[in-house]
């Protein structure tokens, strides 16, 4: 019976460490995660993404990961729309950045981004979101300027 307790003890102990331990030093995330739909002349393609509101989560982005899955991405909210420049400074891994108007229209996609690269980025002009996914997403899923994002942040939903 003492082993079980023990056992039983250790095991919720880890249970509430590991989680803490993650926390301090992994990268941070986003608050939340939701739903986006990109509809190219392939299809509508569904994305898993973290949403970066605040300035805090817009500056760290994808900062400090080491892998992002294929289907999952960050979307940074720039409301009210405006003209956006980006970084890869302290991003190890290469990303799509994909640049979206107010009204979900893709306006501009920079493909294969050098990850830890500190040259700027720019929308090209006024967005109000920025989508990153892993390098290559944009062409094997035939994503294109003019295409449609489907997310609550974006007025023609």
Do not use: C
């Not at 970066?52 to 992002?68: D, I, Q, S, V």
């Not at 294969?112 to 892993?134: D, F, H, K, Q, Y």
């Amino acid at each position: 019976m003492t082993s079980f307790r023990m056992g039983w003890s250790l095991r919720a102990l880890i249970a509430i460490a590991l989680p803490a331990l993650a926390m301090v030093g992994g990268p941070a995330q986003a608050a939340k995660m939701e739903t986006l739909e990109i509809a190219t002349q392939t299809g509508v393609h569904v994305f898993s993404v973290e949403i970066a509101t605040t300035e805090k989560e817009r500056e760290t982005g994808l900062m400090y990961r080491k892998e992002l899955a294929d289907g999952q991405g960050m979307l940074f909210d720039f409301r009210p729309e405006q003209q956006v420049s980006m970084w890869m400074k302290n991003t190890y891994i290469s990303l799509d950045m994909i640049f979206i108007r107010a009204d979900g229209r893709i306006l501009r996609i920079a493909e294969n981004t050098e990850p830890m690269s500190t040259r700027i980025i720019a929308s090209g002009g006024p967005v109000a979101g920025v989508l990153e996914v892993a390098a290559g997403t944009a062409k094997k899923l035939g994503i294109a300027p003019g295409d449609r994002v489907g997310h609550p942040l974006f007025k023609g939903r």
